[in-house]
């Protein structure tokens, strides 16, 4: 079982959760109390819903009922996020297959591969959230430091914070699924055995024992006493 893949799927799996929190979340943009003259009542808008609530915990929602008279940001980060969440349930599935751990995806190799465009996935599901939650946030920035926009001016909300931190996990994962196909591709250790050392003696005894001309001789008899100086 390969740590890193085990990481990266924590990784890619919690940021597909965030962005599904954040595709769902209704809190992309919020009033500003600096401009807004009654602080106890507040406006947030969604990509699906805006809302209105007050001090007291009222709570108004009212859906999109047209895409035709929504703004276009709006509808393109309603696009991005939703391609976002659907590479990234496909980048957890092929992940949950390129995992070694798991008896489906066949050899190796094979879910070597799988890995690698898991991980290919969820860096195209980061992207998707990162380019939609950066554009979402531009034209709320736009707008707020534009002295000539004359209407209710917004700041960031929670959601988008959320979107970038599941598209940062997204990437990260991605990543190291590309990465983790190197421990599949090693090849592996060659085993030796050892069969001991062969001492000199021994092996004159089997040459000379081959040639049928084998004499014991004494080994004390070879050597002087100047031979152990």
């Given at each position: ?168 996990l997204c990437i990260i994962g991605g990543v190291i699924f590309c990465f983790s196909i190197s421990d599949n591709t090693k090849p ?42």
């Amino acid at each position: 079982m390969s740590r890193a893949q085990i990481s990266a799927l924590v990784f890619g799996v919690g940021g597909f959760g965030a962005l599904v929190a954040a595709t769902a979340s209704n809190e992309w943009k919020v009033t500003t109390r600096a401009s807004s003259v009654i602080t106890a009542t507040w406006v947030y808008q969604g990509l699906w819903m805006n809302c209105a609530g007050n001090a007291l915990g009222s709570f108004h929602c009212r859906p999109h009922f047209t895409i035709f008279k929504v703004e276009g940001y709006i509808q393109a980060c309603r696009g991005l996020m939703i391609a976002a969440v659907s590479l990234g349930f496909f980048g957890s599935i092929f992940a949950l297959f390129g995992m070694k751990c798991t008896k489906v995806g066949g050899s190796d190799k094979a879910k070597a591969k799988i890995a690698c465009l898991a991980g290919i996935v969820f860096i195209l599901s980061g992207l998707c959230s990162m380019t939609g939650c950066s554009l979402y946030a531009n034209k709320i920035t736009t707008e707020f430091f534009d002295p000539l926009y004359v209407e209710q001016k917004y700041e960031l909300g929670a959601a988008l914070f959320i979107g970038w931190a599941g598209a940062s996990l997204c990437i990260i994962g991605g990543v190291i699924f590309c990465f983790s196909i190197s421990d599949n591709t090693k090849p592996p250790r060659m085993g030796y055995a050892y069969n001991g050392a062969t001492s000199v003696l021994s092996s004159r005894t089997k040459y000379h024992g081959a040639g049928g001309d084998f004499k014991t001789t004494n080994p004390s008899k070879q050597f002087d006493k100047n031979a152990y100086v």
